[in-house]
């Protein structure tokens, strides 16, 4: 095969923009700096709480500022993409089998936005209370 | 339905031209005749030096993949009239090196293959007159993932494979499932090593365009994403449990 030239097209630098699940897949690789955001985000909000009265009204104060709230609504955004997606690839990861028939996926996919939701429910309840 | 059709057919000849060209051909549009007929048509009517693959014209060897309108198809599966009035675009397999027009170059698969030991893996050797009995649900467990023909769709579609050339693919994963899933087999774990690594399934980041372009139906994202399933839960045991129990 040596003597063969090969040639080994080029990839574009917009590649990823000729079909809406590169597109997709992009914007999910992205979604990992805005989850980093939150759990940093919760970190601080944790450290505040610990160190008495005074730094968590900072905090609040902090996170009052609109530029805050624009970045965190943003990462919210991008947090739901990563869990959407993620759900979404849950019934192919299980396969759960009752005896000889297999559990459908769509009753995969429904349990895992019913186990969000009970998930939400606990923590707005503590959070509300 | 009109008479003909426009192909525009993507070239690259190395004693020639160090940049791919276009060449524009017209063929006649029938309504049975596929891509690959098409091409045939090129090759013995008008331009005899067209090269490209093809053997079974049914969807069966898997040697005619190739780019049609941007989309990774098999040629001879491919019709005509569902690209009137035209012009279809064909190019050689994306994410390959050309050697010659539409003919890729494969040997990087065929290196990745046998790593994952596509082949029933036994414990010891049976002897001559035992059967290996399944039943249909347990051949219902990787049957779907047997029907791969090896012919690279899924590799054309991948980013992650574009990307990193590292990555051992969406076929090759498929097919070591084939016979991880298989009730007969036992090399599950001499096949975890590659499978659960950097440039296994770990690399895939779910796209799902494999699954798409497949043209038997393989789901190999499904398989990818059980098999991450899979390694994950054999990491956590190895972690917690004793060798024992595991
Ligand atoms: S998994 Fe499907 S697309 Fe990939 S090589 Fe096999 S048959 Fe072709
Ligand atoms: S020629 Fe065999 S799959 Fe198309």
Not at chain 1, 37 to 48: C, E, G, I, K, P
Not at chain 2, 33 to 54: C, P
Not at chain 2, 130 to 138: F, G
Request: charge should be negative; include cysteine; hydrophobic fraction near 45%.
């Amino acid at each position: 095969m040596s003597q063969v030239r090969l040639y080994r097209p080029p990839v574009s630098l917009t590649w990823w923009l000729r079909k809406p699940s590169y597109l997709v897949f992009m914007l999910r690789e992205l979604s990992s700096v805005f989850i980093a955001w939150f759990v940093a985000y919760l970190l601080m909000l944790v450290y505040a709480v610990g160190s008495g009265p005074g730094a968590y009204r900072d905090f609040l104060d902090l996170s009052a500022n609109p530029a805050l709230v624009v970045l965190n609504v943003i990462a919210l955004a991008f947090v739901l993409l990563h869990t959407v997606t993620w759900f979404g690839l849950a019934p192919k990861a299980m396969v759960i089998r009752l005896g000889a028939l297999r559990v459908p996926p769509n009753v995969i996919l429904a349990a895992h936005y019913g186990a969000w939701l009970v998930v939400s429910a606990v923590v707005a309840w503590v959070v509300l209370r | 339905m009109p008479e003909s059709i426009t192909m525009e057919v993507w070239r690259y000849r190395p004693e020639r031209e160090s940049e791919p060209t276009w060449d524009s051909y017209e063929v006649p549009l029938r309504k049975e005749w596929a891509v690959l007929d098409g091409l045939n048509h090129i090759k013995d009517q008008l331009d005899g030096t067209l090269s490209y693959r093809w053997s079974c014209r049914m969807g069966i060897c898997g040697s005619c993949g190739m780019t049609v309108n941007g989309e990774p198809k098999l040629g001879c599966s491919t019709f005509l009239t569902d690209y009137a009035p035209g012009p279809v675009r064909v190019e050689p397999l994306h994410n390959f090196p050309v050697i010659r027009d539409l003919v890729v170059e494969m040997g990087d698969f065929m290196a990745k293959l046998p790593t994952v030991k596509p082949w029933l893996v036994g414990d010891d050797e049976p002897d001559e007159d035992t059967e290996y009995r399944q039943t249909p649900v347990e051949m219902d467990d990787y049957k779907r993932y047997s029907m791969c023909i090896n012919c690279m769709l899924c590799y054309a579609a991948c980013p992650v494979y574009a990307l990193d050339p590292e990555f051992i693919g969406p076929a090759a994963i498929a097919l070591a499932q084939r016979y991880n899933l298989d009730s007969r087999d036992a090399g599950a774990e001499d096949r975890r090593d590659v499978l659960a690594s950097a440039e296994g399934v770990w690399a895939c980041t779910f796209v799902g365009e494999c699954s798409v372009a497949c043209p038997k139906d393989v789901d190999p994202a499904g398989a990818i994403q059980r098999y991450k399933l899979t390694a994950a839960n054999k990491a956590v045991r190895d972690l917690l449990l004793p060798r024992g129990a595991r």
